[in-house]
């Protein structure tokens, strides 16, 4: 991949295709070449391919689909290493799909698109879930659904882990979530890359390098360009870098749409001081 002009052409094409159509594994690697242009996608595209082929060689013997999922964890938390990185949880490279199969360590969501993934070359159909601060994966069988966390080795999760995990995310105010059902919806492949891009826009913010959280804002927007909040802080990041033409548009955009509720009249506000330093250029 030679040039952000590339990568957008090339996640446009995927975009366009009905959802059910996209790769994700392919599109977490082509987010990833925004840090790695060099990056060899079919390379790492195959060595999903060669995981799926030792584990559905290893669980050949069960016909339960179940057994397998139990198979699919014993390979690749235990044989294969994969871990969780806590120690070192906002490194940028958890959050890229190349550097999760180079260094067998992780975070919730690309632990979890690993582990989608080698399962869909299985027959599996596992599903994401977007939970609230964490990634997990549910698997549907004859008994019922199971969900499952791939950051804890792909452990089952039953009602009591489920709130217990929100309770440590969220405190006390995880009372006004939505219903535990709500939480535990499939969330499809556009909602699971927007939450990779998400993650790796706030790294990148905590540790101020805005032009690498301004790239992952604009995938997102290229992604869904609804994502009404994302406009204004893409405009307020162009801003801090002086690139005050962009930010104006983005703030303008943002205005038109949210027209006169939140926070409309501080970026109002903004607006007007943008167009006075854009006179000034001239």
């Given at each position: 991949m030679e040039s952000n002009v590339t990568l957008n052409d090339r996640l446009g094409e995927i975009i366009r295709r009905d959802e059910s159509e996209w790769n994700l594994a392919e599109t977490a690697l082509l987010i990833a070449t925004v840090?790695?242009?060099?990056l060899?996608?079919?390379?790492?595209?195959?060595?999903?391919?060669?995981?799926?082929?030792?584990?559905?060689?290893?669980?050949?013997?069960?016909?339960?689909?179940?057994?397998?999922?139990?198979?699919?964890?014993?390979?690749?938390?235990?044989?294969?290493?994969?871990a969780s990185n806590a120690n070192d949880y906002y490194d940028p490279r958890n959050s890229f799909l190349n550097q999760v199969l180079d260094r067998r360590l992780g975070i919730p969501i690309t632990l979890s698109i690993l582990y989608m993934e080698v399962g869909k070359r299985l027959s599996l159909g596992l599903q994401g879930i977007s939970f609230p601060g964490r990634f997990l994966v549910k698997f549907a069988h004859a008994q019922g659904e199971i969900v499952l966390d791939p950051y804890a080795g792909g452990m089952s999760l039953g009602l009591t882990e489920l709130e217990v995990l929100l309770k440590s995310s969220f405190g006390a105010a995880h009372d006004q979530l939505p219903p535990l059902d709500q939480l535990l919806a499939a969330a499809g492949k556009k909602e699971i890359l927007l939450r990779l891009l998400r993650n790796l826009k706030s790294i990148y913010q905590h540790s101020n390098q805005?032009?690498?959280?301004?790239?992952?804002?604009?995938?997102?927007?290229?992604?869904?360009?609804?994502?009404?909040?994302?406009?204004?802080?893409?405009?307020?990041?162009?801003?801090?870098?002086?690139?005050?033409?962009?930010?104006?548009?983005?703030?303008?955009?943002?205005?038109?749409?949210?027209?006169?509720?939140?926070?409309?009249?501080?970026?109002?506000?903004?607006?007007?001081?943008?167009?006075?330093?854009?006179?000034?250029?001239h």
């Amino acid at each position: 991949m030679e040039s952000n002009v590339t990568l957008n052409d090339r996640l446009g094409e995927i975009i366009r295709r009905d959802e059910s159509e996209w790769n994700l594994a392919e599109t977490a690697l082509l987010i990833a070449t925004v840090e790695y242009p060099d990056l060899d996608i079919p390379h790492y595209i195959q060595q999903l391919d060669q995981l799926a082929d030792t584990v559905a060689a290893r669980a050949q013997a069960f016909s339960s689909a179940l057994d397998r999922v139990t198979e699919l964890n014993l390979f690749l938390f235990d044989d294969q290493d994969f871990a969780s990185n806590a120690n070192d949880y906002y490194d940028p490279r958890n959050s890229f799909l190349n550097q999760v199969l180079d260094r067998r360590l992780g975070i919730p969501i690309t632990l979890s698109i690993l582990y989608m993934e080698v399962g869909k070359r299985l027959s599996l159909g596992l599903q994401g879930i977007s939970f609230p601060g964490r990634f997990l994966v549910k698997f549907a069988h004859a008994q019922g659904e199971i969900v499952l966390d791939p950051y804890a080795g792909g452990m089952s999760l039953g009602l009591t882990e489920l709130e217990v995990l929100l309770k440590s995310s969220f405190g006390a105010a995880h009372d006004q979530l939505p219903p535990l059902d709500q939480l535990l919806a499939a969330a499809g492949k556009k909602e699971i890359l927007l939450r990779l891009l998400r993650n790796l826009k706030s790294i990148y913010q905590h540790s101020n390098q805005i032009p690498k959280a301004l790239s992952m804002l604009d995938l997102m927007l290229l992604i869904e360009p609804g994502l009404v909040d994302e406009w204004r802080e893409r405009g307020d990041l162009y801003q801090r870098l002086e690139c005050f033409r962009p930010a104006l548009q983005d703030f303008q955009h943002y205005l038109n749409v949210v027209a006169g509720t939140g926070d409309s009249e501080d970026v109002r506000r903004r607006v007007g001081e943008l167009k006075q330093r854009i006179l000034l250029l001239h």
